[in-house]
């Protein structure tokens, strides 16, 4: 990024939109220093689903900062919550988990300032560890949904790479599209709503950055809780009926029954 360039795209708002839920840690260990030191034309946008008061309660209030609170309403409810509060040209949806420097996001700006037919665009994900979090993949076929199979976007392809859908986790918009597509669909109250969003966007309007990346603080053995492994199941319905009509239904189906085989011959595995 050229000297003048990287000015310009300092310049340009973008509002970032962080929906929290038992966070404290995260906002705390991050988020505090990243006000204090990004861009003064960055506006920050927290919702807190619960058990994020405390640490949302220490930042200064101030006219970059925005901080509303309420029940546990979901993801897609709650970013599209932030949306409504935000006006930016640029919207970057982040989790809190996520930790990056400011540079890796003015260069997507930048990226989307000369690429008009971009819609969304998002960074390389990465755990503590080093290894691969989920970031960029292609949209999920029948077959893929009944066999419970994500194709990821080739990390050593070009610069910029077409992908079928971006993680929520961290997904900078053109504010246009975003509510041109009416942000995401509240029927997702966790999981599948990025796939879902990034599906609405159609084909060559998403793209992963190859050449930025962000540590996204999740750990290589986290497990997912019985509950969320349920909201799981129910948003992949969901998005299977949306994409596939009936079809779908059935490759969902289709994929609960190889989860309960799998879960059946790991417990036969456990008793021998």
């Excluded at 619960?50 to 309660?57: D, I, K, R, S, V």
């Excluded at 890796?104 to 390389?124: A, F, H, Q």
């Excluded at 990025?194 to 603080?217: C, I, M």
Aim: aromatic share 10%; charged share 25%; glycine share 8%.
């Amino acid at each position: 990024m050229s000297g003048s360039a990287n000015d310009c795209v300092s310049q340009t708002n973008v509002d970032i939109l962080v929906l929290t839920y038992n966070s404290n840690e995260d906002i705390r260990g991050f988020w505090h220093h990243l006000i204090d030191t990004s861009p003064p034309n960055w506006k920050y946008y927290f919702r807190d689903n619960g058990g994020t008061a405390e640490a949302l309660g220490e930042i200064p209030r101030t006219a970059r900062v925005d901080v509303t609170s309420g029940a546990n309403v979901g993801f897609a409810k709650g970013i599209n919550a932030l949306l409504a509060r935000s006006e930016a040209p640029y919207v970057a949806i982040i989790n809190p988990d996520v930790e990056f420097e400011p540079k890796i996001l003015l260069r997507m700006i930048e990226t989307l300032e000369n690429e008009k037919g971009i819609s969304v665009i998002g960074p390389r994900l990465y755990r503590l560890d080093g290894s691969h979090a989920s970031d960029a993949r292609y949209l999920p076929t029948l077959s893929d949904l009944a066999l419970r199979r994500m194709r990821e976007v080739d990390r050593g392809g070009p610069g910029l790479a077409s992908a079928g859908w971006l993680s929520g986790a961290f997904m900078v918009w053109r504010r246009p599209d975003l509510l041109a597509l009416k942000g995401f669909d509240e029927k997702f109250f966790m999981f599948w709503e990025d796939v879902d969003l990034s599906r609405r966007a159609g084909p060559h309007a998403v793209y992963v950055q190859n050449s930025v990346s962000a540590l996204h603080r999740v750990g290589g053995s986290h497990k997912m809780s019985t509950a969320a492994a349920e909201y799981s199941k129910i948003s992949r319905r969901h998005y299977a009926r949306e994409s596939f009509g009936w079809q779908g239904v059935v490759a969902a189906r289709v994929a609960e029954c190889v989860e309960q085989a799998v879960a059946l011959r790991d417990g036969i595995r456990g008793r021998l």
